[in-house]
């Protein structure tokens, strides 16, 4: 179970929405696609869902090309779109049945998914309302029981909570959850929280272009600069001191006492502390590496203009 997404490039007319992206996303894998406002997150997913065909690239799930083998590709994938298109005339029930069948499933089978999608997603108490009576956290649950329906084993999630409240975000996440474990997740969001709360790796795109694929811990670890490290004193020293040190870029006072110094990655750094502090009998109580948090990490990468092709 997977989905590979291979120098994939989309043009709109002079502009390149998408500029040579590639990443792969593998079995039980749960990836966040990050980027700022018009990155190309959404035109990636569609390309990927078959609903717009690429510029050039080639994108696979489970091995079978998205242009060559659409319908089979629909088959094993499940797509919840940005703007959740439904048909808000029709009971949520209904529709779910609607879209099982489109998917082929019928008789036994079709009311066992059903079933279960509507447990899955807490939709028990609203699958015999009109889905235009549903609050927008709801409705959000019908999306997502409907790319679940058909059981596919790859789920491609256009910023799932979005506009949601923080109890609907938290249920949707659970949902996401406890989906995961079996199947190949990606998901887009502009939520920090939700990358930590969900996912063990992430791929940030910027202008059509992958600036960082990587597991989210150590993005933090080791952000695009350098590291950081806190150090803490027994009391106020003169920060110009560090100044002197190789390997330290930048010093931020951080509470009483304590300095965050923004360092090359260099780990040499931290003994060069220790012998400052020694030779100018400075008490050092106190020395760490920091985790950059991911909104650091997400604006030095997205701050970044890589040159338009
Ligand atoms: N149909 C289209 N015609 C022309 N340009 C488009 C079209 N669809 C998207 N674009 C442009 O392509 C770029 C990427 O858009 P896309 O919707 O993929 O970004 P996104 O990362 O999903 O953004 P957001 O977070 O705002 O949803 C944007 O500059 C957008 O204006």
């Known amino acids: 179970m997977s989905l590979e997404v291979q120098n994939l490039y989309k043009q709109y007319g002079e502009q390149w929405a998408v500029n040579d992206v590639s990443f792969t996303v593998g079995e039980g894998e749960i990836v966040g696609f990050l980027g ?6 959404s035109t990636t997913m569609k390309i990927a869902t078959c609903y717009l065909p690429p510029t050039a690239g080639t994108v696979r799930i489970n091995g079978l090309d998205v242009l060559e083998h659409p319908l089979r590709v629909r088959q094993q994938l499940g797509y919840l779109p940005e703007h959740n298109p439904l048909y808000l005339d029709m009971y949520v029930h209904e529709y779910l049945r ?3 069948s489109v998917h082929k499933l019928s008789g036994k089978r079709l009311k066992q998914r059903v079933g279960e999608v509507v ?9 015999n309302k009109k889905i235009q009576a549903l609050s927008k956290g709801y409705r959000q649950r019908v999306g997502l029981a409907q790319a679940l329906v058909h059981d596919p084993s790859v789920l491609i999630l256009d910023e799932p909570t979005t506009g949601l409240d923080p109890n609907q975000i938290e249920e949707i996440r659970g949902v996401i959850r406890s989906i995961s474990a079996r199947k190949t997740v990606v998901f887009s969001t502009h939520i920090m929280q939700e990358v930590q709360a969900l996912c063990q790796r992430v791929v940030i ?3 059509g272009r992958v600036v960082a694929d990587s597991p989210v811990s150590r993005l933090q670890q080791q952000p695009a ?3 950081l490290i806190r150090v803490e004193f027994e009391a106020p020293i003169n920060p110009e001191l560090f100044a002197r040190l190789e390997g330290i870029r930048q010093v931020e006072e951080a509470g009483a006492s304590q300095y965050l110094l923004h360092t090359t990655d260099d780990l ?14 400075l008490p050092l109580v106190g020395l760490r590496l920091e985790e950059n948090s991911l909104e650091n990490v997400f604006r030095e990468l997205t701050q970044q203009q890589p040159s338009e092709a």
Do not use: Y
């Not at 040499?268 to 009998?281: E, P, T, Y």
């Open 98 to 100: 609607f879209i099982g």
């Open 36 to 41: 700022p406002n018009g990155a190309g997150k």
């Open 119 to 127: 447990a899955l997603c807490g939709l028990e108490r609203e699958q």
């Open 268 to 281: 040499q750094v931290r003994s060069r502390i220790f012998r400052l502090a020694a030779d100018n009998d």
């Open 205 to 207: 795109i910027n202008r």
């Open 225 to 227: 600069g350098g590291r």
